[in-house]
């Protein structure tokens, strides 16, 4: 991946389901905070309903995807669009790993879907860190 190239995030849009309102926050988190210089969001329902625009994007940059459930749609509608997955990011998983936290709320997280989405996000950026990382030792003979 080259520096200049940006990278989409495609977050679950599982509305009025705690997991997918974890995905978005933590999306928003990398897209808006962590790196907005490195990413690009992109609305998973504007690639369902065919938007040209974000289909495009899709096809050329590479994605890290984010689902909120098992049924993974993010990552099915990016690869459906042609896209490349470099990532698929999972809430569940990342709930796996903090098992203290338990998210509720769906316009508003309670305080455990925040620490999950910033755990999540972490996980994202650290994904991102390392794609976007020059290459070290220079060219090889």
Do not use: F
């Amino acid at each position: 991946m080259n520096s200049s190239e940006k990278i989409a995030i495609v977050p679950c849009s599982g509305i009025g389901k705690p997991y997918g309102t974890v995905s978005r926050v933590a999306a928003y988190q990398v897209t808006e905070d962590e790196r907005p210089e490195q990413t690009r969001l992109v609305p998973l329902a504007l690639l369902v309903m065919g938007d040209e625009e974000y289909g495009r994007i899709v096809a050329e940059s590479p994605a890290i995807t984010i689902d909120g459930c098992s049924q993974a749609c993010a990552t099915k509608m990016v690869l459906q669009s042609g896209g490349t997955v470099i990532r698929e990011c999972s809430v569940l998983g990342t709930a796996r790993s903090h098992r203290d936290l338990k998210p509720q709320g769906i316009a508003e997280l309670n305080e455990d879907g925040e620490k999950l989405a910033d755990a999540l996000a972490q996980e994202i950026v650290d994904v991102i860190d390392a794609c976007v990382q020059p290459s070290k030792g220079g060219s090889h003979a």
